[in-house]
């Protein structure tokens, strides 16, 4: 896992506020006190397939019940709802159209440029439905993996909805992703068609995509690419291959708007998304359609207690899992109103969130802890100019949050009326797993606070024993759940490698390692305290030590690369690259630029090194290892400590040290 295997978890992080849910909250929450939570996880515990099988007999429509709840016979993989057909895109939208909901605003997208967007229940169908049709007529058939490389605009959860629909799998990749990552994706997973835009708006730029998907495909590199859907966002010149793209506006609208939704199996992939770890390549983690729907389904309305009349918006970019499971299937599968916004704050406009959520009426509001601590460093007269009282509920996710973020999210955006819920997941684990639940759970800033029922989480040692009362150790859950990751598309060893037998409990038994470290204290809340494997968490994107590194080495003039994060008061962690270089090669301020230009373009600008040291050598093990441990503590500025005695040559550690 860790390039030394000696992790050292500590924690200092001492808090003692809790925040108890009011008498009102409580009074009209769905779970409304810390009791039923806690009978809910009883009746879990003791029968957890009578729990899941009523939950998803009573949450999804099913064309085809299901016969059995939970198949673990073959772990650590599972097979839920076998038997069972059903369809994420009719959970999603047909099911609604019966009901008063069918009036209801879906989606309210509101474009970086101030153009707004909306849809109804009704009208999303249509269009999912003409998308759909659109994406047969290019000759996708189910099974067949539909890639999307897109901005945040209406048009990539039509997409999403509309592969669901008929049973193609999509994938999709972060539009800030460059041509080499995307290629990669594409062909990993042999993605049949891309669906792109010519660019999208961010930060008052116009970011092209469609010419990165070209440079993706030249040469014949992604021979399983028969067809390109673009749609028109930016209205840039972009160029076009006669039989291979096809204009979104020209070929959708033709479509009729009906397009049955297709029976899927429950364990028939409803799509892929690939994430880093700390070896080698992203990973294509496969979620499949009824656990992942249940899931989704499931904690979004637990979390959010999601009410008829809220209006909700999650900040996330569909190229990641909230965005698949909090903008797009979560909310739709409970006919919420989700809001998609296309922009980011910016210089030109720091108070675009707030504004949003004036202009909107906005009842729910889920973020990151990055953007959190950015607006604080700005100070509260920003969002002070607004009027944000339709706020009930307050969420974040992707990276721990500090203590004091958490109090000024909920006394200034929240005006110390809102509940604030710090939900723990990953993309693995296809919706949140550990998060306070508004009307039931006392909350202490910077805690997630407890698993969700049916999740029994623990903290473990590296024989999986469960470690003392504030101890450091490896967070993991020790049994299936129905959003559970299935596989590792192409790769069913390292899916079990990585997760499911990096720890290995004295019984046998398989546990599900998460690559977090995690403390429990006296009164059991979870405090979770970021990642013990060499992935890097930069502004709650995930990226791989590994994958940096590749990057670095690919150029010219890098012999040697160690990639490592160092703590960043905004980021949570910044990106610190050691290299050697070639003989012959000098460092000067033009190399570093062109090295960090480089990551850019092999991976996305989220990946460049915020500091790029070079160095004659890097510390190795005898064995030729990288001490990572080492260099983390150089890029922190710290005293090493710890055993440095496995060290191949102490004097690197000396010169590294000048
Ligand atoms: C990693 C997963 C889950 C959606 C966004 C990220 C970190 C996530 C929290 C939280 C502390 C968190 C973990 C995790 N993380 N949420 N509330 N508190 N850390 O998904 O890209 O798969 O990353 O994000 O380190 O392992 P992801």
Redesign the pocket.
Known sequence: MSSDSSIKIESVLQEQRIFTPSKEIADSSRIGSFDEYQQMVDAAKTDPEGFWGNAARKELHWFQPFQKVLDWSNPPFARWFDGGKTNISFNCLDRHLGSSKADKNALIWEGEPGDVRTFTYRELHQEVCRAANALKTLGVEKGDLVALYMPMIPEAAIAMLACARIGAPHSVVFGGFSAEALRDRLIDGEAKVVITADGGFRKDKVVPLKPAVDAALADGACSTVKSVLVVKRTNQTVEFEEGRDNWWHELVSIQEADCPAESMDSEDRLFVLY??GSTGKPKG?VHTTAGYNLWAHLTFKWIFDIKEDDVYWCT?DVG???GH?YIVYGPLSNGATTVMYEGAPRPSNPGAFWELIQKHRITIFYT??TAIRAFMKSGRSIPDQYDMNSLRLLG??????NPEAWIWYRDVIGGSRCPVV????????GG?M??PLPGATPTKPGS?TFPLPGIEADVVDMNGESVQTDEGGY?VVKNPWPGMMRTVHGNPQRFRDSYWEYLRPLDGSYIYF???GARRDSDGYFW????VDD?I?VS???LGSMEIESALVSHPAVSEAAVVGRPDDLKGEAIVAFVTLETGRVVNEQLIKDLRSHVGLEIGPIAKPDEIKCSDALPKTRSGKIMRRILRALAAGEEVSGDTSTLEDRSVLDKLRE
Do not use: F, K
Request: negative net charge; aromatic residues 8%; charged residues 15%.
């Open positions: 994430t880093s983690v996330a990641w899992i909230t499971s990151a802890p974040t996710v992707g990276e721990p949050i710090d939900t723990w997941w990953q993309t693995e684990t949140v550990i998060s997630a967070l998460a690559g977090d979770i305290m970021g990642r992935v968490n709650g994107h995930r």
